[in-house]
Every structure is written in structure tokens, then in C-alpha cells.
């Protein structure tokens, strides 16, 4: 490669469909398990290179851009890229792949920098270019690919057969849909029994087809599942569930950061909501989980109904813990890392005002309080004054601007701070 670097290299290669088409060539060669072609040009990178190659490979930052990138490839292209993960994913392989994942990594190396390159440019299933911008609500299909969700205006969602699954108006992301047959075929109670029943629906489990729904900071947004379920997502939150819920199973979905359920009845048909250590388990009823990963605990709070909360593995540590009914207006607060279930009484209007855009805090610290604020404006909040962050406050908003927020606490509490750009420093 001479005195430049991979990357400058690659950035003013004349010819830059010359590595794409060998990558293409490499990627087809391996999914027919066939072995490289003698004529196959493998010198454009040197041996110098692989450390280089290897971190581009691992490093946890760089994966998040390229797993962006690849799930908007067209199917084709998506299967090209899964050939190549399964051929460069285990770290403890690389040095048996040596040629194939010189230009495995170019391949990688080229479209992650063209996604710079490009200022967020990514190919859609037409090949034409999209954006995807940081404050975007995102939807991950089934098959893979990436849709952004507008506040306004109507849109399809689309399965791997090409059938409408749900729609989006008004704000709202529906998955309920009558006009459209079911993921998997209904079973008939009357027609097997209980055992049968059971069976099926575990064969059957796995067709079940998931979309995941990302929230960015400073919005939220609502979704209704298959079965009516309305689950209203906080800022800094995402939704992973099920296209169609399969009858005989239970309803079960994954959660990370904040939403507030109102779940559908269904007695056969518990719905369960997973949360890293633990699952929520429901019959109907509307109840606020809080999971976010800077968090000390997992909070669940119980408006109506009843719910269950319970590790979702068994450990050494949790193996004696069984399963912590909540009645309502009491606050489920499973401790990460003791590993246990305090709870308590709550007013649960404090817990649920996000839903309805306000903020409310009653007996709070600071530092609960900076960090919700961020969420709710996207802001990043810097503090330098230590001692503040475990003061206690009392305080509410509803339509207020982060400005007009910092004022009220200028005001009241004598907290100085200033603002730049996208940051408030915090004295």
C-alpha cells in the first residue's frame, strides 16, 4: 500500500467498484463453498494492514454504523452481507481465513467509509440514497431493512411476502389489521385439545417475525400490537415484538428504556414483557416499566389491574426470589445488582405524566431529575457542581422549553448554568 494509510488508500482509490465487484465475487465464492480462484488479485492489502483490518472488525462503535448500513441493502445484498459475517464473526477463526478476510474487509471497509463520505447517504432496497438522522424514529423489519417513521402522514408496513402487516396515521404505528391473514394459521380451540394445541403452537414458534421500533431522544411515539395492545414509548426507547402473536403461545415482547402498557385481556394468552433481568407478566391491565441501562433499577408501576414480576433467569443469586405481585399504585424496583424486588407506594400519576408530554417530580434527586430532562429535550446536560446532583426537588412542566425549564430552577433553586449549542453546563 506505499506510505498511505487503508483508509486513504481506499478513500482515493481510482476505481472503487473494483473492490466492491471482487468483495461480491469473494462473497458468492464462499456461500458455494468453493475455493479461490488462482487469478484472484489479493494484493490490496499487505500484511501490515490486519491489525488494522481486525479492529475494524471488532471494535463495538464501528459495528453499530456498519449494522445501520447493512440492514438497508436490498435482499440480495443483505444475503451477501450475512455470508460474510458468519465467515469473519468468530475473532478466534481470523487467522484460518487469512485471503478471504483480507478482502472480506475491504468490502466492510469501503461501505463504512463511504457512509461517512457521504454525509449519512444509505442505499435503500431501490439503490437510491436515504438519511437517517440522529433524531429519527426507526423501524427494523423482519427482512432486515430499516424504515424511518415521519410524526405526519400515512405509510405501509410491508412483510417478506410483500403483505401489508400495519400502517401508520395519525401518529399512531397500528399492527392491527383485519383485512390480512394472521402470520401463522389460527388454531381452532373447539377442533384439538389443550395438549395439541400446545404442540402446534411451539412448532409454529419459529415463524413468529419480529419489528423492532427505536425512539430517539425528545419525542415518543405510539404503537398498537396485533392483539390491540397500546404501548406508548418514551424518549431513548425500543420496542422489540412480534408482527402477529401466535395463538397457544404466550404474548411476549422486549423492552429497553420506558413505555407505558395498556394491555388486552386474555387469559389463555398471558403477555409479557422482558426487560433484561426480568419479565412482567400480564392479563390486562396498564402499567409503566422503566428500564433504562444507566438506571440503578428496573422499575414497573402498576395503574390498574395486576401484574407478576419475576427474574427472567435463574441464577444462584435470584433462585429463591418467586414471583412479586403488585396491586396497583404500588412501584416494582428490581435492584441490578442485588438481584431483589423492593416494593413500594406510589402515587402513579408521577410515573405515567410522560405519556400525556409532562414532566412531574415529586421528592427527586437532581441527577434523576438532569437525566430525565435529557431524554425528554435531547440535550446533553454537563454538571460541575457535585453536591447538587443529590439535592431533592419538586417540580412539574408540561409545554415548557428546556430554556423556560432551566429558568424555573434558576428561579426557585438558585442553580447557575449556561448554554452552548446543544449543551447546558451547569455550574
Do not use: C
Not at 206 to 215: F, K, R, S, V
Request: a positive charge; charged letters at 25%; glycine letters at 4%.
Amino acid at each position: 500500500m506505499g506510505d498511505k494509510s487503508l483508509t486513504e488508500e481506499i478513500l482515493f482509490m481510482k476505481d472503487f467498484h473494483q473492490i466492491l465487484n471482487l468483495a461480491k465475487s469473494l462473497v458468492d465464492t464462499v456461500a458455494k463453498k468453493k475455493k479461490i480462484e488462482e487469478n484472484t488479485d489479493l494484493s490490496l492489502l499487505k500484511k501490515e494492514d490486519k491489525n488494522h483490518i481486525i479492529d475494524n472488525l471488532t471494535n463495538l462503535d464501528k459495528k453499530n454504523a456498519r449494522k445501520i448500513l447493512a440492514h438497508n441493502f436490498s435482499k440480495s445484498k443483505e444475503n451477501d452481507w450475512q455470508t460474510i459475517k458468519q465467515v469473519v464473526k468468530p475473532q478466534q477463526k481470523l487467522h484460518l481465513l487469512k485471503p478471504l478476510l483480507r478482502i472480506a474487509a475491504v468490502f466492510i471497509g469501503v461501505i463504512g467509509l463511504s457512509y461517512f463520505f457521504l454525509n449519512g447517504n444509505l442505499f435503500n432496497s431501490q439503490d437510491t440514497f436515504i438519511t437517517i438522522e440522529e433524531n429519527d424514529i426507526t423501524l427494523e423489519l423482519d427482512n432486515g431493512t430499516i424504515e424511518i417513521i415521519k410524526p405526519n402522514g400515512e405509510k405501509t408496513i410491508l412483510n417478506k411476502q410483500g403483505k401489508i402487516v400495519a400502517t401508520k396515521d395519525k401518529g399512531i404505528l397500528n399492527y392491527v389489521n383485519r383485512n390480512t391473514s394472521t402470520l401463522v394459521s389460527p388454531i381452532k380451540k373447539k377442533a384439538i385439545g389443550t395438549y395439541k394445541q400446545k404442540e402446534i403452537a411451539l412448532k409454529q414458534k419459529d415463524l413468529i417475525a419480529y419489528n423492532e421500533l427505536h425512539i430517539p431522544y425528545g419525542k415518543t411515539y405510539k404503537l398498537v400490537l396485533s392483539d390491540g395492545t397500546l404501548v406508548h414509548l418514551n424518549a431513548g426507547s425500543s420496542l422489540k415484538y412480534p408482527i402477529k402473536f401466535i395463538p397457544g403461545l404466550q404474548r411476549k415482547v422486549f423492552l429497553k428504556g420506558e413505555a407505558l402498557f395498556d394491555v388486552v385481556k386474555n387469559k389463555e394468552q398471558p403477555f409479557v414483557v422482558n426487560s433484561k433481568d426480568i419479565d412482567i407478566k400480564v392479563y390486562g391491565t396498564l402499567f409503566n416499566v422503566s428500564s433504562y441501562s444507566e438506571d440503578e433499577a428496573i422499575n414497573t408501576v402498576l395503574v390498574h389491574g395486576s401484574v407478576g414480576v419475576a427474574p427472567s433467569k435463574k441464577t444462584e443469586k435470584n433462585q429463591q426470589q418467586k414471583i412479586q405481585i403488585l396491586k396497583p399504585g404500588q412501584l416494582g424496583a428490581w435492584n441490578k445488582k442485588e438481584k431483589k424486588i423492593a416494593v413500594t407506594n406510589v402515587n402513579t400519576k408521577i410515573h405515567t405524566a410522560w405519556a400525556e408530554g409532562k414532566l412531574l417530580f415529586k421528592k427527586m434527586s437532581f441527577k434523576l431529575i438532569r437525566k430525565k430532562l435529557e431524554r425528554h429535550y435531547n440535550v446533553i446536560i454537563k454538571n460541575n457542581n457535585t453536591q447538587l446532583d443529590q439535592k431533592i426537588y419538586n417540580a412539574s412542566f408540561e409545554v415548557e422549553t428546556i430554556e423556560e425549564v432551566l429558568a424555573s430552577f434558576r428561579k426557585n433553586y438558585a442553580i447557575e448554568y449556561t448554554i452552548e449549542n446543544n449543551q447546558i453546563i451547569i455550574n
